[in-house]
C-alpha cells in the first residue's frame, strides 16, 4: 500500500490554446492507512465479552481511545519515513521502539493486512458511536468508513500502481530522503538504515510488477519508457555532486556538537550505500522495466480491464471521498464548465500589466496572503516557512509545486518547493503559493494539528478534502492577486474550466472508454487542436487514474457544501464560520462532513 506524505498541486498552467491546461497532477501526500497485521495487538476493555458486543457505555470514551491509540501506533511504525514525517519526536506518542522499515509489499503481506482489517472492523464494532462525545463519533464514522473502502478495494490489489508517474515510490521516496531532517544522531543512523534497504525494497516492487503482467494489468509501452527516463534522473553521473550526497552533508552541518572525524564516517557510509543499495536498486528496475515493456495489454483507460469499470468506481468513491456516482459527477462537471465558460463569456477584461499586487518573491506572496485572509478564515498557529527550488535534473519529473507536511508534534518548520521549470508568471505563482501555503496545505494542516484530533485522523488520507480544499482556496486567491475584481474572476472562471475538462477527460477515459481520438474531439470543441500536446494529456490520464478528480471534485464538493449552509443559514451564514466548520472537522469524506457541518458550524459560532 502507498503511504503519503506531501501536498501537491496540479500543474494547471500551461497549453498554447485559448485555456491554460495541466499535464500531469499529483496526489497529497499524507499517510494513508494500511492496517497492517504484524505487531497489532487486539484493544482489549473492561467488558469480558468479544466480537460484536457493545463496550460498556461507561468505558466507551476510555476504550475507545485506546483503541484509536494502538492503531496509530500500529500504522505509524510500519513505516519510517512515515513515522519521520509525522513525529518529530516518537516518544511523545509512546512509541519508544520501532523497526526501521519502509514497509512490505508481497501477496502475502496483503493477505495479512486484509484479516487485520476484518478483525480491526470487528474491534470497532463493539463501540457504540451514539454513547460518545461529537468529535468521537466524527472518528468512529470516518474510521469506519476507511476500513469499508479498504475492504471493498481489496480485490482490485494489482489493479494499483506503485509506480506511478506522478505518485510512484520511485519519484516521492528520493524527495522524502533528501528532506530527512536529521535532529539527532539516531535520525542519521535510522536514515542509512533506510538506504540499505533501497534495494530490498525496489525488489518487492519489481515482483509487484511481474504479477501485474502475468494478471494483464501492466502498464503500457509509454508508460514504461516515461518511468525509465525518470529513473535515470535519479542516477547522477557524479554522485558526490548528487542531490543525494549534499543534501545529506547540509543536514549533518545542522547537527551540534557532531565532530569532524564522526561527519566524515556518515558522509562516507552514505556514499557507499548510494553505491551498493540506491543506484543499483534502479538498475534493477529500469532492467525489469525493459523485459516487461511488451507485457502490456491495454493502451486505454481502466474499463478496457476485466473488472476495471467498477475498480474505477470504487477508486473515485475513495479518491475523492464523494458519494455521487459516475455519472451524477460527469454532470455536475460539466454544468460547472458550462455555468463558467457563460460567465467568462460575459466579461469584459482589461490585462493591463499593473493589473496584479506589486509582490515579486514566495515569501512577500505568503506574507500577503497571510494578511490577506484575517477575516474569513480562522487564525492558525504561528509557524515558519521556507521555500525551496525542485533540483533542476528533477524538475521535468516533479510536481510544479508541493508541500512537505510538517510532523504533527513540531509544526512550526515547514517547507515548500516550487518547480523552476514550471515557469510561472506573476498569476500563477501567487494562486500556486495559496494551494499549497496559505490558505492552503500549509495552513490547514497547522490548523488542523492545533486542534489536537486523536492522532489517528492524522493518518488518514482523504485527497478529495486535502486537494479540494487547496483548489477551493486556489480559486479565492485570484481576488487577492488582483485588485481588479474583473480581471481575478476572468482568471478563476478561467482556471475553474480547465480543471473541469480534465475531470471530464479521465472520467471519460476510465469510465466511458475514450480513446485518443475521443479525446481529441472533444478537447477541439472547445478551441484546443494541438494533437502532440492532447496525446500527452491523454498518456498521464492513463497513468493516473482518478488523480484530477480529487482537485476538481473536492473543490466542488466544497462548493456544494458551501451552497447548502448558505441555504440553511441564510442571513445567519458566515464566511468565517463555514471555513472554521469545515477545517476544525478535519478531512473526511464530504458524505461525513455534511453529516457533522450544521453541528461544528453552531460549534463554532
Given at each position: 500500500m502507498k503511504h503519503f506524505i506531501f501536498h501537491k498541486k496540479t500543474d494547471a498552467k500551461k497549453l498554447p490554446s485559448s485555456l491554460p491546461f495541466p499535464v500531469y497532477a499529483l496526489c497529497g501526500f499524507l499517510l494513508v492507512i494500511c492496517l497492517y497485521q504484524q505487531k497489532y495487538n487486539s484493544v482489549h476493555t473492561s467488558s469480558s465479552n468479544t466480537g460484536a458486543q457493545t463496550v460498556?457505555?461507561?468505558?466507551?470514551?476510555?476504550?475507545?481511545?485506546?483503541?484509536?491509540?494502538?492503531?496509530?501506533?500500529?500504522?505509524?511504525?510500519?513505516?519510517?519515513?512515515?513515522?519521520?514525517?509525522?513525529l518529530a519526536d516518537p516518544s511523545s506518542a509512546g512509541i519508544s521502539e520501532y523497526p526501521v522499515t519502509f514497509g512490505e509489499y508481497s501477496n502475502q503481506y496483503e493477505s495479512s493486512r486484509l484479516a487485520a482489517l476484518e478483525n480491526l472492523k470487528k474491534e470497532l464494532q463493539q463501540f457504540d458511536p451514539s454513547a460518545m462525545p461529537l468529535a468521537d463519533q466524527l472518528t468512529y464514522d470516518i474510521l469506519n468508513d476507511t476500513i469499508n473502502r479498504k475492504l471493498e478495494l481489496a480485490p482490485y490489489y494489482y489493479y494499483d500502481e506503485l509506480l506511478s508517474s506522478t505518485g510512484g515510490v520511485q519519484a516521492e521516496?528520493?524527495?522524502?530522503?533528501?528532506?530527512?531532517?536529521?535532529?539527532?544522531?539516531?535520525?542519521?543512523?535510522?536514515?542509512?538504515?533506510?538506504?540499505?534497504?533501497?534495494?530490498?525494497?525496489?525488489?518487492?516492487?519489481?515482483?509487484?510488477?511481474?504479477?501485474?503482467?502475468?494478471?494483464g494489468l501492466f502498464m503500457n509501452e509509454t508508460s514504461v519508457d516515461h518511468l525509465?527516463?525518470?529513473?535515470?534522473?535519479?542516477?547522477?553521473?557524479?554522485?558526490?555532486?548528487?542531490?543525494?550526497?549534499?543534501?545529506?552533508?547540509?543536514?549533518?552541518?545542522?547537527?551540534?556538537?557532531?565532530?569532524?572525524?564522526?561527519?566524515?564516517?556518515?558522509?562516507?557510509?552514505?556514499h557507499k550505500l548510494l553505491q551498493e543499495s540506491v543506484y543499483p536498486a534502479y538498475h534493477k528496475l529500469i532492467a525489469v522495466l525493459k523485459a516487461l515493456k511488451k507485457e502490456g495489454k491495454n493502451p486505454q483507460g481502466l474499463c478496457y480491464f476485466e473488472e476495471g469499470k467498477k475498480y474505477y468506481e470504487l477508486l473515485v468513491k475513495s479518491t475523492?471521498?464523494?458519494?455521487?456516482?459516475?455519472?451524477?459527477?460527469?454532470?455536475?462537471?460539466?454544468?460547472?464548465?458550462?455555468?463558467?465558460?457563460?460567465?467568462?463569456?460575459?466579461?469584459?477584461?482589461?490585462?493591463?500589466s499593473n493589473g496584479l499586487l506589486p509582490y515579486q518573491t514566495p515569501e512577500e506572496i505568503l506574507e500577503c496572503l497571510k494578511t490577506k485572509i484575517r477575516t474569513s478564515f480562522p487564525t492558525a498557529p504561528k509557524a515558519s516557512y521556507v521555500v525551496k527550488n525542485v533540483n533542476e535534473k528533477l524538475q521535468d519529473f516533479l510536481s510544479p509545486a508541493f508541500y512537505l507536511t510538517a510532523p504533527m508534534d513540531?509544526?512550526?518548520?515547514?517547507?515548500?518547493?516550487?518547480?523552476?521549470?514550471?515557469?510561472?508568471?506573476?498569476?500563477?505563482?501567487?494562486?500556486?503559493?495559496?494551494?499549497?501555503?496559505?490558505?492552503?496545505?500549509?495552513?490547514?494542516?497547522?490548523?488542523?494539528?492545533?486542534?489536537?484530533?486523536?492522532?489517528?485522523r492524522y493518518i488518514l488520507y482523504h485527497g478529495g478534502y486535502t486537494e479540494g480544499w487547496a483548489t477551493y482556496v486556489e480559486m479565492l486567491s485570484y481576488d487577492y492577486a488582483c485588485p481588479d475584481q474583473t480581471l481575478a474572476k476572468a482568471f478563476m472562471l478561467n482556471q475553474d474550466a480547465t480543471l473541469s475538462l480534465y475531470a471530464t477527460i479521465d472520467m471519460g477515459v476510465h469510465y466511458d472508454g475514450w480513446t485518443l481520438a475521443d479525446t481529441v474531439d472533444f478537447l477541439g470543441k472547445y478551441g484546443i487542436s494541438e494533437t502532440a500536446v492532447i496525446s500527452k494529456i491523454y498518456q498521464s490520464i492513463i497513468e493516473n487514474p482518478g488523480?484530477?478528480?480529487?482537485?476538481?471534485?473536492?473543490?466542488?464538493?466544497?462548493?456544494?457544501?458551501?451552497?447548502?449552509?448558505?441555504?440553511?443559514?441564510?442571513?445567519?451564514?458566515?464566511?468565517?464560520?463555514?471555513?472554521?466548520?469545515?477545517?476544525?472537522?478535519?478531512?473526511?469524506?464530504?458524505?461525513?462532513?455534511?453529516?457533522?457541518?450544521?453541528?461544528?458550524?453552531?460549534?463554532?459560532?
Open positions: 460498556n457505555k461507561e468505558n466507551q470514551e476510555s476504550a475507545f481511545r485506546h483503541y484509536l491509540k494502538k492503531i496509530f501506533q500500529t500504522q505509524i511504525t510500519a513505516n519510517t519515513l512515515n513515522l519521520h514525517y509525522t521516496y528520493p524527495i522524502l530522503l533528501a528532506e530527512y531532517t536529521f535532529r539527532t544522531i539516531k535520525d542519521v543512523e535510522e536514515y542509512l538504515t533506510l538506504l540499505s534497504q533501497y534495494d530490498k525494497l525496489f525488489q518487492q516492487i519489481c515482483a509487484f510488477e511481474k504479477e501485474k503482467a502475468k494478471r525509465i527516463e525518470q529513473c535515470h534522473a535519479f542516477l547522477p553521473e557524479n554522485s558526490e555532486n548528487s542531490f543525494w550526497e549534499t543534501t545529506f552533508k547540509e543536514r549533518l552541518d545542522q547537527i551540534k556538537g557532531l565532530k569532524k572525524n564522526e561527519k566524515k564516517k556518515y558522509i562516507d557510509e552514505n475523492t471521498g464523494s458519494a455521487r456516482s459516475i455519472t451524477e459527477l460527469q454532470k455536475m462537471t460539466e454544468d460547472r464548465r458550462e455555468q463558467a465558460l457563460t460567465e467568462l463569456n460575459h466579461l469584459t477584461v482589461s490585462t493591463a513540531q509544526y512550526t518548520n515547514n517547507c515548500i518547493y516550487i518547480n523552476p521549470g514550471n515557469n510561472y508568471n506573476e498569476i500563477e505563482l501567487f494562486t500556486t503559493l495559496a494551494h499549497e501555503g496559505y490558505p492552503g496545505h500549509l495552513y490547514q494542516t497547522i490548523y488542523s494539528y492545533s486542534k489536537k484530533l486523536s492522532p489517528v488523480n484530477y478528480l480529487k482537485y476538481y471534485i473536492g473543490y466542488l464538493e466544497f462548493l456544494q457544501l458551501k451552497n447548502k449552509a448558505k441555504e440553511y443559514f441564510g442571513n445567519d451564514y458566515s464566511e468565517l464560520l463555514f471555513h472554521t466548520a469545515v477545517l476544525n472537522m478535519g478531512s473526511a469524506p464530504f458524505y461525513i462532513l455534511e453529516k457533522y457541518f450544521v453541528k461544528y458550524y453552531n460549534a463554532a459560532n
